[in-house]
Structures are given as structure tokens and as C-alpha cells.
């Protein structure tokens, strides 16, 4: 079976190169047009899984080969890449069917997870909201075929990460999420790293009469305090070096849809300040700019950390604080409901053999054991992580022996070590899973990848966790040591101690 094929359109030919080699390492088929005559040229002779297309284009723009390409029944998702010049064109490109909407610059990460939400609800001709979703229950994955279609009438709601559960903890988070999704109330998402506070905030979207609007994401800790100014609220041409057009922020693409704000913890004071005033006023003035701009959009916000310590240390103000927590969700971590495990498990060795077209094999019961034995201080996304290689290298011996030297039990981490018996006999080892085939390039690819990851880690550990030096060090770009630390499976052992 062949790969998904995705076209890149922009006219800049290193955004080309560097979006081609992103997707040839997330196992896409990648081509490109240089212009948007070429684009509807290839669309119109190829077929394509879905489309990178970049709206500021001289002659056809990305908004004309958009509106062409729908008209003439072309249904894959398009995702529109740009910092563009005004609010309208990115209403107008939502309106003309566009699926996504990335802000550049953008890391392969952010990429990633938008092209998968992407390929999993590709809109229909055309850009009418979606209808009236039903009441949500909790997913449990079933052996029918990924690809079957949704029943008539009902919305296909598949997301890259959708809600997995059987746990009563997160039964409780989802029952509080269905009585305030249909209100516009700011909502504050508790939890640590990983356990899914962003699929619970694109949830919360699509179950609100804002569905059919834009869904805008912002990691605040993402940018420096000057940038995530502009990227929030935008800029007037002119108003710093650089800015040599205006630029609508991210509120006024969420107008009339949610905006997401992850790590609001990381956002600094002066910046609380002015998102205080549009929460009370529903208006703000951009960087530079002498007119207020009112918006519409509901705010949903996420922390891994403790804000009302965080007001205590006076690093995170009172009355933001409790503008936001008007209804807060607490998502429990992975250890804390262990029976979704194997729910979770199961669904993503369906989603990566069907990406990396693998053939789906019984977990072995010692790997399933680990698994639910481990602490998963990284959360969902370790697991996720675990199960991604463990589809690709084909070699549970290699997860195994990863569980073995990780923190395990519910404390997420090791105590101490149990006094010796006098006279202990050695343990026989344990039993070796059985291995699946592995051809010669198969362990290559193994054998790079843990080199890799301990070098990496090494250089993460003698850094302090500082990913730009470490990138520096290790003589590789920030974007592409992001990738390779999300590849491989490292967690920040601080991510779970920071709530």
C-alpha cells in the first residue's frame, strides 16, 4: 500500500525543502508545486491525501487555489500556512473549506499532530458547519476497520489523539465536559504532561455550538514574552522592526471559535494583564495599533502547574486566575487509572500500523504486563510514544528493556532498595518475548535510533534540560532535536513533579 501522499504549496523554495524532509521523516509521500498555477495543475491530474498550502503567493493565491480546488470537488483536507496579512483572508480561507490553519513559524510537532487531525476528519466540498453532534461516550476501541465510514447522519469526530477511556476518574472529567461544552465559560485544564488536556480542549470545541468555527491553538511558553504578544493579539505595520505588514493575532482568528491557550502558567505578568482585559472587555488593541478590536472567541486554558501557588510567589496574577477557573477540569494522570491502559494500547497500535503499514501482532503478555505495572510519568504521551517504536522497531525486547531501568509502581519513582536475603538463590531471567522477523536494515535502524537517544539524552542531562543549548551542542537545529526527542520516546523526568 502506498503512503499518504500530501502536496506542499509555497513559493519559497526552503519552506519547500524543509516541509518535504519533516514529512518524509513522519512516513509521508511529499511533493511540491512552486505556485499556485502549478498547484491546481497537480491537483487536477494527481491525487493527493491532503495539501500544505501557503495563502501569500504572487499571481494565484493560496485563497484562489482554495476556492478552485473545492469548486471543482476536490475533498482532501488543506491546511493553509502563513502569517497572513489580514483577519479577513483567515475567515475567508476557513469559509472556502480550509481544515487547519498553522502560524508560521511552526515546529514539526505542531505539524505533525494538525496533519493527523487532518486526515482523520477530511471536510467535505464545500464549508458548511458540521451538524448536531450526538451526546459523547467514552471510546473504546473496536476490531471494525479504521477506514469503515461513519453511520449516516452522524459527524466523523476522529481526532489524532481522541478520548480513549473506560476509567471512572476520566468518566467524572468527561461528565463535567458535557455539562459546560454547550456554555461559553472560560475553562482551566488541570493535569501533568501528557494526559491528553489538549484533546479534552478540541473536545470541549466540538460539542459547542462553536463547532463549525475556527479551533486556535497558542503554547505560551512556546515564545518569548515580545512575540507572544504579537502572536496573540497581532501587530500594526510598522510597529517594530520587522513588522513590515499587519498582522491579525491569534484572538481574532478565534473569532466566534474557541481559543486554546496551553502553559498559561508560562505566560508573563504584563501579558496577564492585557488577556484579563479581554476576557472582561472582549476587545484589545494589537502591538502598535491606536483601535481597539473586539473579538468573540471562548477561552479554554491548561497548566501543569499550580497557579494558586504560583499567586502566592506572585508570578501569576489573582484576578486572572479567577476569571479563568470559572470551571476547572482536573485530568488524573496515567497511573491513576490504569485500566485505560490497554484501551489506549490498543488503539495506537492501530494508528501507527496503519501509518507505518505494519502488520498488527499480539502484544506479548510480559510487554502488556510492564506496561501496566509502569509509573508513565510522562503520561499518555509516553505511552503513546512506547507503543509508537515498539510498531516500528518490531522488537518488544527493546521496550522491555527500556520499562526495566524506568521508575515502576504508582509513586512514580523507585524506593528503596530491599534489604538481601542471607542466602538468595539468582533468579532465573525472565522469559524472552517472542521476537518478530527483523531484516538487516530493520536493525540498522534499531541500532541508530538507541545511539541516538543516548547521546541526546546525555546532552539533555548535562544541559539542564535546556533543549537550545543542547541542540547547539550536539550541532543539529532546535526543530529538528524536538523531533528526534518526540521520535524517540525521552520524557522530561521534571514534567510530572511540575503541577
Known amino acids: 500500500m502506498d503512503r499518504m501522499a500530501v502536496l506542499v504549496v509555497d513559493d519559497e523554495e526552503s519552506v519547500r525543502v524543509y516541509l518535504q524532509e519533516l514529512l518524509a521523516q513522519a512516513g509521508y509521500l511529499a511533493r511540491s508545486a512552486s505556485s499556485g498555477a502549478q498547484a491546481l495543475e497537480m491537483l487536477s491530474a494527481g491525487s493527493f491525501d491532503a495539501v500544505l498550502l501557503d495563502v501569500m503567493m504572487p ?28 483577519a479577513d483572508d483567515a475567515v475567508r480561507a476557513m469559509k472556502l473549506g480550509a481544515t487547519d490553519y ?11 499532530s494538525t496533519l493527523e487531525r487532518a486526515l482523520g476528519r477530511a471536510p467535505a466540498a464545500g464549508a458548511r458547519p458540521p451538524p448536531p453532534l450526538p451526546p459523547a461516550r467514552a471510546k473504546v476501541p473496536q476490531p471494525e476497520p479504521e477506514e469503515a465510514p461513519p453511520p449516516p447522519g452522524e459527524e466523523d469526530r476522529s481526532e489524532s489523539r481522541p478520548m480513549v477511556f473506560t476509567s471512572a476518574a ?15 465559560v472560560p475553562v482551566l485544564l488541570l493535569g501533568e504532561s501528557g494526559t491528553g488536556k489538549e484533546v479534552f480542549a478540541r473536545e ?8 463549525g468555527e475556527p479551533f486556535i491553538k497558542v503554547n505560551c511558553a512556546a515564545l518569548p514574552a515580545e512575540l507572544l504578544e504579537s502572536e496573540l493579539f497581532g501587530h500594526e505595520k510598522g510597529a517594530f522592526t520587522g513588522a513590515t505588514a499587519e498582522k491579525p493575532g491569534k484572538f481574532e482568528l478565534a473569532d466566534r471559535g474557541t481559543i486554546f491557550l496551553d502553559e498559561i502558567g508560562e505566560m508573563a505578568n504584563r501579558l ?4 484579563l482585559q479581554v476576557l472582561q472587555d472582549e476587545e ?5 495599533g491606536k483601535r481597539s478590536v473586539r473579538v468573540d472567541a471562548r477561552v479554554v486554558v491548561a497548566t501543569n502547574r499550580d497557579l ?12 486572572l486566575y479567577y476569571r479563568l477557573n470559572v470551571v476547572a477540569i482536573r485530568l488524573p494522570p496515567l497511573r491513576e487509572r490504569k485500566e485505560d491502559i490497554i484501551p489506549l494500547v490498543e488503539h495506537f497500535l492501530r494508528k501507527y500500523g496503519k501509518r507505518y503499514r505494519r502488520a498488527q501482532a499480539d502484544l506479548p503478555a510480559d510487554v502488556l504486563s510492564a506496561f501496566l505495572d509502569h509509573s508513565w510519568p510522562g ?27 524506568a521508575p515502576r509502581g504508582t509513586g512514580g519513582a523507585p524506593g528503596p532498595a530491599a534489604a538481601p536475603a542471607e542466602v538468595e538463590a539468582p533468579e532465573p531471567p525472565p522469559p524472552r518475548p517472542p521476537e518478530l522477523e527483523l531484516s538487516l536494515k530493520d536493525i540498522g535502524k534499531r541500532a541508530a535510533m538507541v545511539a541516538e537517544r543516548e547521546a541526546i539524552l546525555s546532552m539533555l542531562q548535562r544541559t539542564g534540560w535546556n533543549k537550545r543549548r543542547a541542540a547547539a551542542k550536539l550541532k543539529i537545529s532546535y526543530k529538528a532535536l524536538l523531533y528526534k526527542i518526540k521520535d524517540t520516546g525521552i520524557v522530561d523526568p521534571r514534567s510530572s513533579a511540575e503541577l
Not at 60 to 83: F, Q, T
Not at 204 to 211: A, F, G, N
Request: hydrophobic share 40%; net charge neutral; no cysteine.
Open 59 to 86: 499571481e494565484v493565491s493560496g485563497l484562489e487555489v482554495l476556492r478552485s480546488y473545492r469548486e471543482s470537488g476536490g475533498n482532501a483536507p488543506v491546511i493553509v500556512l502563513s502569517a497572513l496579512a489580514g
Open 102 to 112: 498553522l502560524s508560521k513559524p511552526f515546529d514539526q510537532v505542531e505539524l505533525e
Open 170 to 184: 476520566m468518566g467524572k472529567a468527561n461528565a463535567l465536559l458535557e455539562r459546560i461544552s454547550d456554555t461559553d
Open 204 to 211: 470541549i470545541h466540538q460539542r459547542s455550538r462553536r463547532r
Open 272 to 275: 496577564q494583564a492585557k488577556l
Open 284 to 288: 484589545f488593541f494589537r502591538v502598535g
Open 308 to 319: 494558586e501557588r504560583e499567586i502566592q510567589e506572585g508570578t501569576f496574577r489573582e484576578d
Open 379 to 405: 503520561n499518555v504521551r509516553e505511552l503513546e510514544n512506547m507503543v509508537r517504536r515498539l510498531v516500528v522497531l518490531k522488537d518488544p525486547v527493546m521496550v522491555l528493556d527500556e520499562l526495566r531501568i
